[in-house]
């Protein structure tokens, strides 16, 4: 009997917790993963990828207790020239073929401040999965006629040489053509 009222209150516990769980959905109109890099050692390159999902569960209100899931299709890239597109879609960066997607799957999601947190997770990018933090930003979260929204920044920057993403040149002077280090930024707008 004992036994029997064990399982049954997990069960309850287990479906208690899943439905307070909220569930914020991706407003893709409203939001934007980009990445910048720096190109002939005196510049910056920038790019975006255009689609992409993303989901936010939470059962908190100051989202303290928050998991997130993303993936972007690397084929999607787009840095508003096709030659230098097609370049990073091939195997000296990303081998779109290969390796169609980007995958994003938080382990902590910690409330630094009022609207400040440090967003944990491994990131995968080919056949690499490596832990990173974002540090991001809650702009705030408001009530709308189509309900309510909460709007994000998040910000990390990785080195892309430990993803496999090879392909270096250098310059006369020594300098690479493509810089190693890539930040990404996420400006995101989801609807509970």
Do not use: C
């Amino acid at each position: 009997m004992k036994r029997v009222t064990f399982i049954l209150l997990t069960i309850f516990a287990t479906t208690a917790f899943t439905l307070a769980q909220s569930d914020w959905k991706l407003d893709k109109v409203h939001s934007s993963i980009m990445f910048t890099v720096q190109h002939m050692v005196i510049s910056e390159v920038t790019g975006s990828f255009k689609d992409f999902a993303i989901t936010l569960k939470s059962a908190k209100d100051d989202f303290s207790d928050a998991e997130v899931r993303s993936t972007i299709k690397v084929g999607s890239l787009s840095t508003d020239n096709t030659m230098r597109d097609n370049h990073l879609k091939s195997d000296d960066f990303f081998n779109a073929e290969k390796f169609p997607e980007i995958n994003f799957k938080s382990t902590s999601f910690e409330k630094l401040g009022d609207n400040k947190y440090k967003i944990t997770g491994d990131l995968t990018i080919r056949d690499v999965t490596k832990n990173v933090t974002f540090d991001a930003v809650l702009n705030g979260t408001l009530k709308t006629d189509r309900g309510v929204l909460s709007a994000w920044k998040a910000t990390t920057t990785i080195n892309r040489f430990d993803y496999n993403l090879k392909w270096s040149k250098t310059l006369e002077t020594g300098g690479m053509i493509v810089g190693k280090d890539v930040t990404i930024t996420l400006n995101l707008e989801l609807n509970k």
